[in-house]
C-alpha cells in the first residue's frame, strides 16, 4: 500500500512565525487531506488537496501530485495553532485512507 | 449538517472484559472507516465499510475485534476480550465520494 511521510516529526516557534509542514507519499493519490488533531484528539479538517493550492486564512496547502509530495502552510503562528497535523492519502486503486506519522507543532507565546 | 457521532467519549475497562463502541456517520456517506490511534502514532485503518460491505479489514485483529454496519448506516465496533495494549483512541470516519469526516473519538482505557 501507499506509504506516507511526514516532516518535520516536531516543530517549535515563537508565536507569529511562519511555518511549512511537508508531506511525502509514495504512489500517485486521488485523495490527500490534512488535519488538526486538537488537545482533545479530534481530528478536525484543514484540506482537501489531491492536487493544486488552496487557502484558508492563514493556512494554505499545495500538493504537487507528478512529485508526490503536499506542503501545509501556517502564516503568523499563535498558540492555538499548537496541536498535530496528520496528512492522509489515497492512492489510486486502493480505497485505504492512510496517515502519516504527523508533525506536532508547538507555538510559544 | 450534523457531524459524524460516536459514543461513548470514555471507557475504563478491565483486561479482559468486553467493550463497544457505536458510531453515526453523516446522512448519506456510504464509506465508513474505524481507526485506531495509540498515543504518539498516527492513526491505523482497523476496518473500512462501503454502505454494509466490508472493503478492508486486513489490519483488523479478528480474533478479538469484530465490527458491523447493519443496513449500510450505524456501525459497531468490538472488543472481547480486551487487552492492555488496546488502550487506545478509537475513531470512526466517513465518507461520500472522497473527503473523510471524523468523529470525536472514543478513549479506551484498559486496566
Known amino acids: 500500500g501507499i506509504q506516507v511521510e511526514q516532516s518535520p516529526p516536531d516543530l517549535i516557534l515563537q508565536e507569529g512565525a511562519n511555518s511549512t509542514l511537508r508531506c511525502n507519499f509514495s504512489d500517485s493519490v486521488n485523495n490527500l487531506q490534512w488535519f488538526h488533531q486538537n488537545p482533545w484528539g479530534q481530528l478536525i479538517n484543514l484540506f482537501y488537496?489531491?492536487?493544486g493550492t488552496k487557502q484558508n486564512g492563514r493556512l494554505s496547502a499545495t500538493t504537487v501530485a507528478t512529485e508526490r509530495y503536499s506542503l501545509l502552510y501556517i502564516s503568523s503562528s499563535q498558540t492555538t495553532d499548537s496541536g498535530v497535523y496528520f496528512c492522509a492519502a489515497i492512492s489510486f486503486g486502493n480505497e485505504k485512507l492512510t496517515f502519516g506519522t504527523g508533525t506536532r507543532l508547538t507555538i510559544i507565546p | 449538517e450534523a457531524g459524524v457521532a460516536q459514543s461513548p467519549r470514555y471507557k475504563i475497562i478491565e483486561k479482559r472484559q468486553s467493550v463497544a463502541f457505536w458510531c453515526n456517520p453523516i446522512s448519506g456517506h456510504a464509506t465508513l472507516y474505524w481507526y485506531q490511534q495509540i498515543l504518539g502514532q498516527g492513526p491505523k485503518l482497523l476496518i473500512q465499510f462501503q454502505n454494509n460491505g466490508v472493503v478492508d479489514d486486513s489490519q483488523l485483529p479478528k480474533d478479538r475485534f469484530s465490527a458491523e454496519r447493519l443496513k449500510g448506516v450505524d456501525s459497531t465496533l468490538k472488543i472481547q476480550p480486551a487487552k492492555l495494549e488496546d488502550s487506545a483512541v478509537y475513531l470512526c470516519a466517513s465518507s461520500l465520494l472522497s473527503e473523510a469526516f471524523f468523529g470525536q473519538g472514543t478513549r479506551l482505557t484498559v486496566v
Open positions: 488537496i489531491p492536487s
